[in-house]
């Protein structure tokens, strides 16, 4: 009877250390992480596939046109980056991650939320330069783009479904910056029928605006790109087509309008997060913190309970011996 008692306080003990550690881990914001793309050397390389997935199974390609520069290995936010480049103006180098596969898959998903992270650097705050986009991001075509223009930064989606309603947005103005390390989310909220854009951890919010130009958090605007407002409408809605979409980072899917810049740290999550998920992630990756694999923790705690279920498995059958 003592064996056990002891045991059973034992279990409570590891038990609560357990609850602890799970409550200071950072496993909020990894919850429905779907894709990452580290951009750190050992997973990227030059050719099909060279750009390899730390999280998830889309690996992607750099592209690099002729007159284009791109390298690996520049130095990142969190270890390294890839560098892409344009020398004629005309075609630029980028990362083409493939269609019809798990990530565009979850960003083509009917009637359903994603989040999508990328850190990015640029060379010069001069022109229209894409960040992120599937499809060509033009106003009259389904798709999204995360695009800057000068010191300008643009989200804009087309849910396909025609009309001006199709269309949303948001826009921030005056606030990005050369040679320095900016961090753009951008969150599709299908539960409250709002786009959401964030720079550097500060976001537009939830509040839905159908009047171009109207002020929301942050010094953010509704509408951008030919898109009045940030209200999504309508049901059956997504932002791509999986069958005929690309995914591409830094360029379009024709090597146009691509960034000189760096890239770094892409994330793809299938819900919406949180403004404080989006806060706390940005803190831990500006301080050089990575983001783990979804349910590392989980799998840790998982493998202790059941060493421990099994401990106390066997001193009750020795107990009763």
Not at 255 to 278: K, T
Request: hydrophobic letters at 35%; glycine letters at 14%; one cysteine or more.
């Amino acid at each position: 009877m003592k064996k056990y008692m002891k045991t059973n306080s034992k279990l409570l003990v590891a038990s609560a250390a357990i609850a602890l550690m799970c409550s200071t881990a950072q496993a909020d914001y990894t919850d429905g992480l779907t894709n990452y793309w580290s951009l750190d050397n050992g997973l990227t390389a030059t050719g099909s596939g060279g750009i390899q997935a730390s999280v998830g199974t889309v690996n992607g390609t750099l592209v690099a046109p002729t007159g284009s520069n791109p390298s690996l290995g520049a130095t990142g936010i969190i270890d390294q980056a890839v560098s892409l480049a344009g020398t004629d103006e005309t075609f630029f180098s980028n990362l083409n991650m493939g269609t019809n596969n798990a990530a565009t898959n979850v960003i083509s998903a009917i009637d359903s939320s994603f989040t999508l992270s990328v850190w990015f650097k640029l060379d010069s705050v001069t022109g229209y330069r894409r960040i992120a986009g599937i499809a060509n991001g033009s106003s009259a075509q389904q798709g999204f783009s995360i695009s800057v223009n000068n010191d300008d930064i643009q989200i804009r989606g087309n849910t396909g479904l025609g009309g001006d309603s199709a269309k949303v947005g948001v826009g921030l103005n005056d606030k990005l910056s050369a040679d320095i390390w900016h961090n753009v989310v951008v969150v599709f909220d299908q539960t409250n029928n709002v786009v959401i854009g964030y720079l550097d951890g500060l976001g537009s919010g939830t509040t839905q605006e159908s009047v171009l130009g109207t002020a929301l958090l942050n010094d953010w605007v509704s509408g951008a790109g030919g898109a009045a407002s940030n209200t999504i409408s309508g049901t059956g809605t997504s932002f791509g087509n999986p069958t005929a979409n690309t995914l591409n980072f830094g360029g379009t899917s024709t090597s146009r309008s691509g960034m000189l810049g760096d890239l770094d740290e892409i994330g793809l999550w299938n819900r919406a997060l949180s403004a404080s998920e989006i806060g706390e992630m940005y803190t831990n990756q500006l301080n050089g913190t990575s983001i783990p694999e979804p349910s590392a923790t989980a799998t840790i705690v998982g493998l202790l309970a059941l060493s421990l279920v099994g401990s106390r498995t066997y001193h009750r059958r020795s107990n009763a011996r």
